[in-house]
C-alpha cells in the first residue's frame, strides 16, 4: 500500500480566507488525485495533479478556486480560496499506483475544513 | 462519462449475518472496481478490488464478484462483526490509464450485536 499524509487534518477558517492543504506520499506516483467529500455525501474528483504540468480539473471546478502545485513526483498541494461555508467538506488526496497488471487507488485521511 | 449506482443506501443486518451491497456502472471500458470502508472522521479504506478479466475474489469475510455483461459488481461480507459497521463505497474506472475514479453514493452499514 500507499502512505499518504495530509495536513492538516482539520481547520476552522474564516469566510474570505485562503487555506493551502498538503499531500505528501512515500513513494514516487505518477498520478495524484484532489477530491472533495461533502457532509453525508459521495466523493466528487475536483483534479488531476500532473507532474510537470497543470492540473486537470473537473466540470464545475476551476482553478482559481482550488489551485494546485505538483512540484514532485511525491508532493502536491491543493488551495481552497476565497472560501465560504459552502466549501466546508472533506478534502481528499489519492494517488493511483499502477504497474504492469495492478491499479490500486489510496486516500490519505482527509482533511475536514469548517469555514465560519 | 462513468455512471456508478449503489444500492442501498442504509443496510442494518445482526451480527453474524452476511451483508451484500450492490454496484451497476454504465461505461464498458471500466476495468478496476475498487471498495473502500470509511470509518467516521477518516480517509476511504481500500478495503477489496477486482478487474475485469477476474469474476470473483476472496479475501477473508469479504468477497466480490463482477458481471462485465451485467454491468454490476458486488460487495460480499460473510459473519459481520460491529467493527464493520462504517460506509462502504463501490467506484470504478478505466485503470492504468491515469483515470480516476467515479464512486457510488455509499452505503452506510450498521451491525448490531
Known amino acids: 500500500s500507499a502512505v499518504i499524509s495530509q495536513k492538516p487534518s482539520r481547520d476552522i477558517c474564516q469566510r474570505g480566507t485562503s487555506l493551502t492543504i498538503q499531500c505528501q506520499v512515500d513513494s514516487q506516483v505518477t498520478m495524484m488525485f484532489w477530491y472533495r467529500q461533502q457532509p453525508g455525501q459521495s466523493l466528487t474528483l475536483i483534479a488531476t495533479a500532473n507532474q510537470g504540468s497543470e492540473a486537470t480539473y473537473e466540470s464545475g471546478f476551476v482553478i482559481d478556486k482550488f489551485p494546485i502545485s505538483r512540484p514532485n513526483l511525491t508532493f502536491s498541494t491543493l488551495t481552497v480560496s476565497n472560501m465560504s461555508p459552502e466549501d466546508s467538506s472533506i478534502y481528499l488526496c489519492?494517488?493511483?499506483?499502477?504497474?504492469?497488471?495492478?491499479?490500486?487507488?489510496?486516500f490519505g485521511q482527509g482533511t475536514r475544513l469548517t469555514v465560519v | 462519462g462513468e455512471n456508478v449506482e449503489q444500492h442501498p443506501s442504509t443496510l442494518s443486518v445482526q451480527e453474524g449475518d452476511s451483508a451484500v451491497i450492490k454496484c451497476t456502472y454504465s461505461?464498458?471500458?471500466?476495468?478496476?472496481f475498487p471498495w473502500y470502508k470509511q470509518e467516521l472522521g477518516k480517509g476511504p479504506q481500500l478495503i477489496i478490488d477486482?478487474?475485469?478479466?477476474?469474476g470473483e475474489k476472496k479475501d477473508q469475510r469479504i468477497a466480490v464478484t463482477l458481471n462485465k455483461t451485467a454491468k454490476h459488481f458486488s460487495l460480499h461480507i460473510t459473519e459481520t462483526q460491529p467493527e464493520d459497521s462504517a460506509v462502504y463505497f463501490c467506484a470504478a474506472s478505466r485503470a492504468g490509464s491515469g483515470y480516476a475514479l467515479n464512486f457510488g453514493k455509499g452505503t452506510s452499514l450498521l451491525v448490531t450485536p
Open positions: 489519492s494517488v493511483d499506483r499502477t504497474g504492469q497488471l495492478n491499479t490500486e487507488a489510496f
Open positions: 461505461d464498458s471500458a471500466s476495468n478496476y
Open positions: 477486482i478487474r475485469s478479466n477476474v
